[in-house]
């Protein structure tokens, strides 16, 4: 998904206490890649309720789908007929948002020693206290799911923490949380986990086009689909190449393509001290 800027739809807008958002409509093959769950569905972000959070929008869109709506005097704003939500028609235009590619993810900074969390990020997931309530524990979750790329398995090690915000009401953010064993354990392990990884910087990896082809036969059928659409082609030696004849880099380099081109010894950075 890194090398592509997929096109959605938004027909709608929904209103309701916990904000403004949009619904999205996604191509079919890529519906597998926003699955967020049975209580939340895909979203463009407008605006936060006060008191609210941004993550309480995707339950709002997906609560908006299943009601029932009724016109209003204004015309294209129809109202739901159980709560207190409203939805605008959008109109056809010609238009377009272009998103905003980014490098890494947020709270993610590039260095010369490698890639990874920035250090306050990282210290306030180490130094924070063990919440009380289910705003509490949203807020840690929401912290620590910036960084499940460095845990494996991070949706089932959560799942005890995500079990007692269940119980005690996701809607009830002021809700105090009774604490299982099986929460508390996940929760210290977590903080263990995240502590021991998140201080460890990625080792610093020759890029070789030997190093660059030995990754390319652990590239599964999605990647080789990616390639394809960017105009790569795979050749009789099982490589695939761009059409100037370069070797197309895994996504699991990137990485490491871009501490080279920061580096003092980059072509063109080269150019730059000449100068």
Known sequence: MMHLTPTIRCCTIVCGQEG???PVILPSHLKSWYLLGEESAP?????????????SLGPMIRRASKLQWEPTQTPGITKATTE????????????????ERLTLPRHHEISGEGAGLSK???????????????SGMLSFLGLTGYSRTHIPDYTSRTEPLR???????????????????EASTAFALLKTDLSMVLQTQPARTELTDQHIKE?????????HSVWGQMGAT????????????????PAN???????EAHGPTHEGKLKTLQK
């Open 20 to 22: 403004v958002a949009a």
């Open 43 to 55: 979203h463009v972000t407008l605006a936060v309720g006060h008191g609210f959070e941004a993550r």
């Open 84 to 99: 207190n939500m409203w939805r605008f028609m959008t109109v056809d235009t010609e238009e377009h948002c272009l998103p």
């Open 120 to 134: 306050s990020h990282r210290d306030s997931i180490l130094h924070h206290p063990r919440p009380i309530t289910v």
């Open 163 to 181: 079990e007692i915000v269940r119980e005690a009401g996701p809607r009830n953010l002021h809700s105090s949380l009774t604490w299982t064993p």
């Open 215 to 223: 990754l390319q036969f652990t590239a599964g059928p999605y990647e």
């Open 234 to 249: 795979k050749g009789p030696d099982e490589l695939w190449r761009c059409h100037d004849g370069r070797l197309v880099a």
């Open 253 to 259: 380099l990137c990485p490491e393509l871009i501490r």
